[in-house]
């Protein structure tokens, strides 16, 4: 039956957010991705092991729990749970923890709460259906977000800059921005690198790792970092782009390079110190790969939706 998810801490008193059986699935699957987010160590990133940047994982946990009411908010607009939980999350943290994520988990949640049972394909296909809906209003309200949460090396732009209100849709707005952004270029594309190359690696990984004796929860966080490393070796991130420039991003995919082979190979990278060692020298640098860690959760979400459906995600 239809109800609604009190507010949590963060979010105005009184605010509440409606949901059903599809959304409180899904709710539980955001918590669970953003959790797992922080499991495990993704040098560069912030995780329980490795605070950096000015924030420690406590700050991630207390934006997920924030943002999961209105990022799943049964009927709600891509734009509007965007919004709103990027508010939540800044209210409840007072710093950018979880935008990208945000921006890239609200269409997965839109699309499962329509789509019917199926797998990776059925989701991909919805999600294709809410990027082609997207519109101005949406567009609107994903700005007001992206001002609020100030994301480092924005910059500006010669056309729909965020520091105006848009004139197009959302997902119009996005191309203008895919040629320097990752995450706006999964809207274009209908999120590529989720379903082609994050969701399988993540699959595999997880599966190596049950293989090995690993509990569920151990399997998943192996599988994280696993697709955490694919995607820092296989592309230039594009928020260490946006503020170091594009030579310094790929150095970061070479010497992220060795770290992917020997995931490949089921090292256990957590017993190296010198994995470690890469994960403080990338923070003393000031390179955080945050676009391939925002990526990392929607890989993880994807992973949960697209199971046969228990009561509760149990993807790890």
Request: proline share 6%; net charge neutral; aromatic share 6%.
């Amino acid at each position: 039956m239809p109800g609604v998810v009190a507010a949590p801490a963060g979010v105005r008193a009184g605010d509440a957010f409606p949901t059903c059986p599809r959304a409180e699935f899904g709710r539980r699957a955001f918590l669970r991705a953003c959790a797992l987010d922080v499991q495990v160590r993704k040098p560069g990133n912030v995780s329980i092991a490795s605070p950096g940047h000015g924030m420690q994982a406590a700050h991630f946990k207390a934006s997920a729990a924030a943002a999961a009411g209105p990022i799943s908010s049964a009927g709600a607009r891509v734009g509007e749970r965007i919004e709103v939980a990027v508010r939540a999350a800044w209210q409840a943290t007072r710093c950018n923890t979880n935008l990208g994520i945000v921006l890239l988990c609200a269409p997965l949640l839109a699309a499962f709460e329509r789509c019917g049972a199926g797998g990776p394909d059925a989701l991909r296909a919805a999600v294709s259906q809410v990027l082609e809906a997207l519109d101005v209003e949406d567009a609107r309200a994903a700005y007001r977000a992206i001002a609020l949460a100030r994301p480092g090396g924005l910059g500006s732009a010669p056309e729909q800059d965020v520091a105006q209100a848009p004139s197009v849709g959302l997902r119009e707005a996005m191309a203008l921005a895919a040629h320097r952004d990752r995450i706006a270029w999964q809207y274009l594309h209908a999120y590529p690198d989720v379903f082609e190359l994050g969701l399988p690696a993540f699959t595999v990984a997880r599966s190596a790792g049950a293989a090995q004796g690993l509990g569920a929860g151990a399997a998943a966080g192996r599988a994280m970092q696993a697709v955490f490393l694919e995607f820092v070796a296989g592309m230039p991130d594009s928020h260490i782009v946006r503020k170091h420039g594009d030579a310094v991003a790929q150095c970061v995919i070479g010497e992220a390079a060795q770290w992917r082979a020997r995931a490949r190979a089921g090292a256990v990278l957590d017993e190296d110190a010198a994995f470690a060692a890469w994960d403080e020298q990338l923070k003393a640098r000031g390179l955080n790969p945050g676009t391939s860690a925002d990526l990392c959760v929607a890989v993880a979400l994807a992973a949960a939706l697209t199971q046969a459906q228990p009561a509760s995600p149990r993807f790890y």
